[in-house]
């Protein structure tokens, strides 16, 4: 340690000087001149000193922090009667207590991000608290000047000096009002009972008003009117005498009421001298009629006149009932009928207009009192600019409510459920009058188109038409062909005539009658190739047998005779089946060339030939005739 004796060189107890050691005075204070500063810190950051005036502590760097280490030690700054002035931002963190009794605040605007709560007089568990929501835009609530003297806050926007009386619930009354500043001056009534222009009209202490030469548009509803005299328009209404509720004649003949003339009397009308509104002349309307009840029309040949010139009329036949008639006596006036309907898209099977029949008032009830017939107009199709094709449906009950039993299309076509039922002698005939087809009283055709028949003539078509015709047919397709008791031909002038099955394996049969019975002569039996089997003998001068000639390795003999050329090749000729249905049947094989080969004819199945199982011819013009004897049996001849 370097030590130097200068320092030393104190000149007076408790005083600091320069080069100096700092001393204390006897009575142990330390003594600083005025500007020398304490400096604490490297950067002297921490300043403490006086200038003669004023006293300071200054901070460069971090928080300048006055406070205790222990907790709920007060730090008083200043005395009871000082001043603090705090010359930039004041921060509380805990809260801020205000003992004094007046509170100045020179700033413009204070921030306050919670309410205000005033204890009041006296400090217990009741206060007052001011309060905001927090605000979506700038808003300013203006505190009006008053004079001395204690007021109320008040709740109007315009500045006020004036205390509301008011309670809540006596403006509550307003609440929802939408009435303007001069329809609530129509209230500002000058003297009761007496009207007033654009003002509200009140009843005077003795229930009475005056209007004073005014118009009144319209009392509402008026229960009592006393009228003690007096003229309407030079009409004279009433008097003093009169009885109560009621008017005296009008003088006038006529009269005119330009509003709406209503009785509340609810009588009905049962003649032409009751109801609730009478007349004893005509009733002239000029406008639209709504009856809410029954139209009642007593005359037996009441008329309803239609049009402008009341050409159409609709007429009341006593006991009948009604005549639609168009009164105009020019040509082509028809009176016209026409069942509209209001439907704006019309589809397929859409009902376009009905006419039903009915009993309704049918004592026995059930299906008496159904609908018992209609016409109805019935859409084909959905309605377009270029279609509205339509079809008339009749229809007629039975024991249910009536339903389609015949139709009309569009198109002309009659489609009849039932039967169609001619009188005696009657036709169908086509548009030109000329009778299709004719009938006679028991509902036989007599006549077919143009053309009358003959006895025996076939019904027949003729290329375009069905017309009567002589006895040939061409064509002809039945089950069943029965012809007359006369002698039957059968002839062609040219071409063949053809019999024939169609149906599998079935045959043609020719019975005839031999001594009163029916025999089967010949069966050409379908399923053995056409075979023809005869019930007895074949009796001709000429009998020529079927003649088959093959080439092929193997045949089935089916033909009387069969020629077989063999060349160097064997060849084996199966005769058919020997049954029942054969017996009696020959036929004959034969080699009919000189070629090496050989023919073996067999029987078929189960037969035998001759008690053999074939038979071989080896050489030309070598034949064997053979018949069935029984079945499975064939015998050579």
């Keep these: 340690m370097t030590y130097s004796p200068f320092g030393l060189g104190i000149a007076t107890l408790g005083t600091s000087q320069v080069s100096k050691f700092v001393t204390v005075d006897s009575s142990g204070d330390l003594i600083i001149p005025d500007s020398d500063k304490f400096e604490f810190g490297t950067g002297s950051d921490m300043v403490l000193y006086h200038d003669a005036t004023d006293s300071y502590i200054t901070n460069k760097t971090g928080a300048l922090k006055i406070a205790t280490e222990t907790s709920g030690i007060a730090v008083s700054i200043g005395n009871a009667t000082s001043e603090v002035t705090v010359n930039d931002n004041l921060t509380v963190t805990g809260d801020l207590t205000v003992n004094g009794t007046t509170t100045s605040v020179n700033q413009t605007t204070i921030d306050v991000t ?14 007052t608290t001011l309060a905001i929501i927090d605000p979506t835009a700038d808003a300013t609530i203006n505190l009006p000047a008053m004079g001395a003297g204690t007021y109320y806050l008040p709740v109007l926007a315009a500045a006020s000096t004036t205390s509301i009386t008011s309670t809540p619930a006596e403006l509550n009354i307003l609440d929802g009002v939408t009435a303007t500043a001069t329809e609530l001056n129509y209230l500002d009534i000058t003297t009761l009972g007496t009207a007033a222009a654009s003002k509200a009209l009140t009843w005077a202490a003795d229930s009475t008003w005056t209007a004073a030469g005014g118009t009144c548009a319209s ?20 008097g003093a005498s009169t009885a109560a509720g009621s008017f005296a004649a009008l003088a006038a003949t006529t009269g005119t009421f330009s509003g709406v003339l ?24 000029a406008k639209d009629t709504v009856i809410g009840n029954d139209l009642i029309m007593l005359s037996d040949a009441s008329v309803v006149h239609f049009g402008a010139h009341k050409e159409v009329t609709l007429t009341h036949v006593h006991d009948s009932g009604l005549t639609f008639k168009h009164t105009a006596t020019a040509d082509n006036k028809p009176i016209t009928l026409t069942l509209a309907t209001g439907e704006v898209n019309m589809e397929a099977d859409d009902v376009i207009g009905v006419i039903n029949f009915q009993a309704p008032d049918e004592g026995t009830g059930t299906d008496a009192i159904l609908v018992a017939a209609g016409i109805a107009a019935v859409s084909e199709g959905d309605f377009a600019a270029d279609n509205n094709a339509t079809k008339l449906s009749f229809r007629t009950a039975a024991s249910e409510a009536a339903s389609e039993k015949m139709s009309l299309s569009s198109g002309g076509n009659l489609t009849v459920l039932g039967d169609i039922v001619l009188d005696d002698g009657g036709s169908l005939a086509e548009a030109g009058g000329t009778a299709a087809f004719t009938f006679d009283g028991s509902g036989n055709v007599t006549k077919i188109g143009v053309t009358s028949p003959s006895t025996g003539h076939f019904l027949k078509w003729d290329g375009a038409k069905w017309v009567p015709g002589a006895a040939t047919v061409s064509g002809l397709a039945c089950d069943d062909l029965t012809v007359g008791d006369g002698a039957v031909t059968l002839s062609t002038s040219s071409g063949n005539i053809t019999i024939e099955t169609q149906a599998n394996d079935t045959d043609i049969i020719f019975n005839v009658d031999d001594g009163g019975s029916q025999i089967t002569a010949l069966t050409l039996d379908g399923s ?5 089997i005869f019930k007895s003998t074949i009796k001709g001068t000429v009998f020529k047998p079927a003649v088959e000639v093959v080439s092929s390795a193997g045949v089935t003999v089916s033909k009387g005779y069969t020629a077989i050329t063999t ?27 000189s070629g090496s080969g050989n023919i073996s004819v067999t029987a078929e199945g189960d037969g035998l030939i001759d008690g053999g ?3 071989v011819l080896y050489h030309q013009f070598e034949s064997v005739t053979v018949v069935c004897r029984a079945a499975d049996v064939w015998d050579i001849i």
Excluded: W
């Excluded at 229960?223 to 007096?230: A, E, P, Q, R, S």
């Excluded at 060349?567 to 060339?593: C, H, I, Q």
């Design 114 to 127: 919670n309410a205000f709560v005033f204890e009041g007089a006296t400090a217990d568990a009741h206060e």
């Design 219 to 238: 009392l509402g509803t008026v229960t009592t009117v006393d009228i003690n005299g007096g003229t309407i328009d030079g009409a004279v209404i009433g």
């Design 262 to 285: 209503k009785t509340d009397d609810t009588t009905d009308a049962t003649s032409a001298t009751d109801g609730s509104l009478q007349t004893d002349g005509g009733l002239s309307v």
């Design 528 to 532: 053995d190739d056409g075979a023809a």
């Design 567 to 593: 060349g160097g090749s064997n060849r084996t000729a199966t005769m058919p089946e020997a049954t029942a249905a054969l017996v009696g049947s020959t036929y004959t094989v034969k080699k009919v060339d």
């Design 613 to 615: 199982a074939s038979i």
